[in-house]
């Protein structure tokens, strides 16, 4: 396996009397796509937190490129090379998709928000402005608000906002979540292309995906990394197949 890009060593996060995260250990190499699953309150989104720095944890310790960023803000892991887009799409949506991806590009080159309608015609940023539309699809949509955008074209513009600062690691917080079959596919094919691009961890829980995307799988429960593995030993897992959903797993897992 290539070397690691994070190493996230045995996180602790309580909520009151609830533990979140039990101990949670896990590795990405660099270059490859790892899909972390479990079932609802595994701690998935608990955990995504943590690593982007919008939690810190009560314990244990999280390594990024060589660096420890436990205690280090969003931001700062941001300059480091990690980006992250949400369940919930975070875009502008009366802003076309031109100006959205002008507006991520003037954010990631340190200027000023209240200029951000002359983005577009920055000599820094407009020459940026096209690569950005290629590489996730976009480049024929960009004129036009992103309201007016398919559900699956939106989360193509906010993962192509993420990819602006050229980030080492990309985490992929349930893209698939409210998609229809036809945006499935397109987003299935961006991600094939992004693989071999920027290191992914992908929280997800279509099933379909994760196995036909991931390189490796780690597999959470009740805050705890049960198994971690390439997606054949994870399928063939008895235990992962009890854990993730009981009787269901085999359904799950065929």
């Known amino acids: 396996m290539a070397k690691p890009l994070l190493t996230v060593d ?3 996060k309580h909520f009151g009397a609830v533990t979140a995260s039990d101990g949670f250990s896990m ?5 490859e796509l790892h899909a972390l699953i479990g079932p609802n309150g595994a701690g998935k989104t608990t955990a995504l ?3 982007c720095g919008e939690l810190l944890p009560d ?5 990024f490129n060589g660096k420890e960023i436990t205690r280090r803000s969003i931001h700062r892991r941001a300059r480091l ?9 975070s875009i502008f949506e009366r802003l076309t998709v031109r100006e959205n991806l002008s507006l991520a590009i003037q954010a990631h080159n340190g200027h000023s928000f209240r200029f951000w309608r002359k983005a577009v015609d920055d000599p820094v ?3 940026a402005i096209g690569p950005a539309m290629e590489r996730v699809g976009l480049e024929e949509r960009a004129e036009i608000p992103a309201s007016h955008l398919s559900h699956g074209e939106k989360r193509q513009l906010e993962v192509g906002m993420a990819l602006v ?3 080492k690691l990309l985490l992929l917080d349930e893209p698939y979540a409210g998609m229809g079959p036809g945006g499935a596919v397109e987003l299935t094919k961006l991600i094939r292309r992004l693989k071999t691009e920027v290191t992914i961890l992908l929280v997800e829980h ?6 036909s995307l991931a390189d490796r799988i780690t597999v959470l429960v009740y805050g705890k990394a049960i198994a971690s593995g390439t997606p054949q030993a994870i399928r063939n897992d008895p235990e992962v197949r009890q854990a993730y959903l009981g009787n269901e797993g085999n359904r799950c897992f065929a």
Do not use: C, K
């Open 206 to 211: 279509d099933m379909g995906a994760v196995f």
């Open 10 to 12: 045995s996180l602790v």
């Open 165 to 167: 600062g050229q980030p």
């Open 125 to 127: 940023i407009r020459p």
């Open 59 to 63: 314990g244990g310790r999280i390594f």
């Open 81 to 89: 090379g990690l980006a992250r887009s949400y369940q919930i799409t």
């Open 49 to 51: 937190n943590q690593l």
């Open 27 to 31: 590795e990405i190499a660099e270059g």
